[in-house]
């Protein structure tokens, strides 16, 4: 059995450094994941598979302008929004005005989790690694099914 791959290509995204996902407010957080999503949707080659991949390789390339460069701790960072948007929707509680409200995250359910997976971890993430390039805007993802059996 041969592993399989996908690959997304996000054109003109230049992903926020940590610091500013930190000072981020909710709601923009959720508008930011949400045009990944689209974006993500529209670029997934092959479709994604019928149930989340339990076990993967995840090698992202940032392509990025040299004045907004990250160092090596900010690019990983940076990718947050990206990995919650690879994973299958899930929902959670948010408070609004003293209420609690029901909500749910959508994704495109490709990986199981975003956990990892290296050594003797059990999460879905079994290597993840983060490139940069001096360019126009842009984020290459590669996801890579593992398909050995888990430790």
């Given at each position: 059995?041969?592993?399989?791959?996908?690959?997304?290509?996000?054109?003109?995204?230049?992903?926020?450094?940590?610091?500013?996902?930190?000072?981020?407010?909710?709601?923009?957080?959720?508008?930011?994941?949400?045009?990944?999503l689209?974006?993500?949707?529209?670029?997934?080659?092959?479709?994604?598979?019928?149930?989340?991949?339990?076990?993967?390789?995840?090698?992202?390339?940032l392509?990025?302008?040299?004045?907004?460069?990250?160092?090596?701790?900010?690019?990983?960072?940076?990718?947050?929004?990206?990995?919650?948007?690879?994973?299958?929707?899930?929902?959670?509680?948010?408070?609004?005005?003293?209420?609690?409200?029901?909500?749910?995250?959508?994704?495109?359910?490709?990986?199981?989790?975003?956990?990892?997976?290296?050594?003797?971890?059990?999460?879905?993430?079994?290597?993840?690694?983060?490139?940069?390039?001096?360019?126009?805007?842009?984020?290459?993802?590669?996801?890579?099914?593992?398909?050995?059996?888990?430790?």
């Open positions: 059995m041969t592993a399989r791959r996908w690959t997304l290509q996000l054109d003109g995204v230049l992903l926020p450094g940590p610091n500013r996902l930190i000072r981020m407010h909710a709601q923009e957080y959720r508008k930011l994941r949400d045009e990944l689209l974006l993500a949707r529209a670029s997934l080659t092959p479709a994604a598979p019928a149930t989340p991949l339990a076990a993967c390789h995840l090698r992202i390339t392509q990025r302008p040299a004045r907004s460069l990250l160092d090596v701790d900010a690019k990983y960072g940076a990718i947050k929004p990206l990995l919650d948007v690879l994973q299958a929707g899930r929902s959670y509680t948010r408070k609004i005005g003293g209420h609690s409200l029901q909500d749910t995250t959508v994704g495109l359910s490709l990986i199981h989790d975003d956990r990892d997976g290296e050594g003797e971890l059990t999460g879905c993430i079994r290597s993840l690694q983060v490139v940069q390039v001096v360019g126009e805007p842009r984020v290459e993802v590669v996801i890579e099914e593992d398909l050995r059996p888990a430790i």
